[in-house]
């Protein structure tokens, strides 16, 4: 057996999957963000993959792009969960529904 | 089987095992640990796939800050597990719309598969730290800077989004 690109976009898409489930079925809040990580960590790997098979490093160059805005999203992330959790005490998604309308 | 059909066999298991446990764990803790080992099998496969720079921008950035992060936090609340009441209903939605995406992203490989391109040969400084910094450099400069700007304003997003309201710069901003 030798490893193509499908595998690799395979297991990026299982991991995919794997975080969406995480964050659909999950109920704590900093849970839901390392969901989120996993999900951004799948996109990345097909990046580097797509990068390795078409020659072309500008896509990774991009995943160094994502990798940014990750740490920025979990920066901002977790300043939200410390301030939800000083005001409500809970972590639980449940407990966030002032904007429920 | 060559040893790099092994290795991405070892990889990928091992990267899906350690995400699903992420996902099932039930203290926040265990889920952040075993991100460590997803994000470490991902970072192997970077390697493999010629993208060793990004592979130890993952595992510095990865492991050693967004995690460390996420653990400092979980210890600091000393959060522990919550309990996850949730009706059958929505965790049967919930895994039925993640089944779903899986499923069309399957299709969508497996389908194009035929079209989809054999590994070149690419040259031996692919990936490195040089050869990515020209692009990053020079195409792609006014990206980067303006990455620059969102860090900042990630910063001091959260700065003031944790800074306790009634104090005007006070001592213990904790």
Redesign the interface.
């Known amino acids: 057996m030798q490893v193509e690109l499908a595998h690799y976009l395979l297991l990026a898409a299982v991991l995919f999957g794997i975080g969406a489930m995480g964050v659909l079925t999950r109920k704590n809040l900093i849970t839901i963000l390392m969901s989120v990580e996993l999900m951004l960590n799948s996109v990345n790997l097909t990046f580097v993959a797509l990068a390795r098979h078409a020659a072309d490093q500008e896509a990774q160059v991009v995943v160094f792009f994502v990798l940014c805005v990750a740490a920025a999203e979990v920066a901002v992330g977790l300043a939200i969960l410390i301030s939800v959790w000083r005001k409500r005490g809970t972590m639980n998604v449940d407990a966030l529904s002032a904007l429920k309308g | 089987?060559?040893l790099?059909?092994i290795l991405?066999l070892l990889l990928?298991v091992g990267?899906?095992l350690t995400?699903?446990l992420?996902?099932t764990?039930p203290s926040?803790i265990g889920?952040?640990l075993y991100?460590v080992g997803?994000?470490f099998c991902?970072a192997g496969?970077?390697v493999?796939?010629?993208?060793p720079?990004?592979a130890a921008?993952?595992m510095i950035?990865?492991a050693g800050?967004?995690i460390v992060?996420?653990l400092f936090?979980?210890m600091l609340?000393n959060?522990r597990?919550?309990?996850?009441?949730?009706s059958k209903g929505?965790?049967i939605?919930?895994?039925f719309?993640?089944?779903l995406?899986?499923f069309a992203?399957?299709m969508a490989?497996?389908r194009g598969?035929s079209v989809?391109?054999?590994?070149?040969?690419?040259p031996d400084d692919?990936?490195k730290v040089k050869?990515?910094g020209k692009?990053?450099f020079s195409?792609?400069l006014y990206?980067f800077e303006a990455?620059s700007v969102?860090?900042l304003?990630?910063?001091i997003?959260?700065?003031a989004?944790?800074r306790k309201e009634g104090k005007e710069g006070g001592k213990d901003a904790s």
């Open positions: 089987m060559g790099e059909t991405f990928a990267a899906v995400a699903l992420v996902v764990s926040p889920s952040a991100l997803t994000m991902l496969l970077y493999l796939l010629a993208a720079f990004l921008i993952q950035v990865y800050a967004i992060l996420l936090v979980i609340l959060l597990r919550i309990d996850e009441v949730l929505w965790r939605a919930g895994l719309v993640a089944g995406t899986l992203l399957f490989i497996v598969s989809l391109p054999e590994m070149p040969s690419i692919f990936g050869e990515l692009i990053l195409k792609y990206a990455t969102l860090l304003a990630a910063m997003g959260a700065v989004l944790v």
